[in-house]
């Protein structure tokens, strides 16, 4: 499978923590994606990191790719309790637009 | 901003019954697909179409169809309902000429009964 696998499956921090999440994959990218899901409802595309890029900012986010080891982490800076949800990386292979999702992260963010 | 509407955010069916899912993108996008979502197995793509009228199957079509007969507009067709196809269908699309970042809609979940 090219699944993309995310770690750890569960994160509990406390407001104005860091969170890490990682994903890695399997195979050659073009692009890796982040997104986010509040609870029942659809994902939101929150940034992407190239293959040929190594480090990636938007806002609070900070992304990191390692293609030798085949992996990304994402960084959430001073978590608030509004960014409770779960989190999927996906990997975007070849050239048409599919992308392959990992299971997920779940973050809650105690206030 | 992209918006992906689908036609319901909760349905309930019972088993055998033939179900219509729809979904519409209002940002002229090519692709579109539709997923499902259950706990445990992330997403997992059921179909997917890259201009109107053309279908390719992901990685769990069976027991599902889809048609894709205006380029805003993509359905899924469970032909016969069963118990193991509760779930949350999530559809998206994007734009081919991009990276393939998706626009998703709010999903729909579906229950058999």
């Known amino acids: 499978s090219q699944q993309g696998e995310e770690d750890p499956q569960a994160l509990s921090i406390q407001e104005g923590e860091n969170a890490t999440m990682n994903c890695s994959y399997k195979t050659s990218i073009n692009n890796l994606q982040w997104y986010r899901q509040n609870s029942g409802r659809g994902l939101v595309h929150l940034i992407l990191?190239?293959?040929?890029?190594r480090e990636k900012h938007s806002g609070r986010l900070r992304v990191t790719l390692d293609t030798s080891k085949k992996s990304s982490s994402l960084l959430i800076t001073a978590s608030r309790a509004a960014d409770t949800a779960s989190y999927f990386c996906?990997?975007?292979?070849?050239?048409?637009?599919?992308?392959?999702f990992g299971k997920g992260i779940t973050l809650s963010v105690r206030p | 901003d992209v918006k992906v509407t689908q036609s319901s955010r909760y349905l309930v069916k019972r088993t055998g019954e033939k179900v219509f899912l729809e979904c519409v993108q209002d940002m002229d996008h090519e692709n579109m697909f539709w997923y499902r979502q259950d706990p445990g197995l992330g997403l997992r793509l059921i179909y997917f179409?890259?201009?109107?009228?053309?279908?390719e199957k992901g990685d769990i079509p069976e027991g599902y169809s889809v048609s894709r007969e205006k380029k805003e507009r993509f359905s899924l067709i469970l032909e016969s309902a069963s118990t193991n196809q509760t779930s949350m269908y999530l559809c998206a699309s994007s734009f081919p000429a991009g990276e393939g970042e998706q626009y998703f809609g709010p999903g729909t979940r579906l229950t058999v009964t």
């Open positions: 996906a990997a975007s292979f070849g050239a048409n637009s599919k992308l392959t």
């Open positions: 990191i190239r293959s040929n890029e």
């Open positions: 179409s890259y201009d109107v009228k053309m279908k």
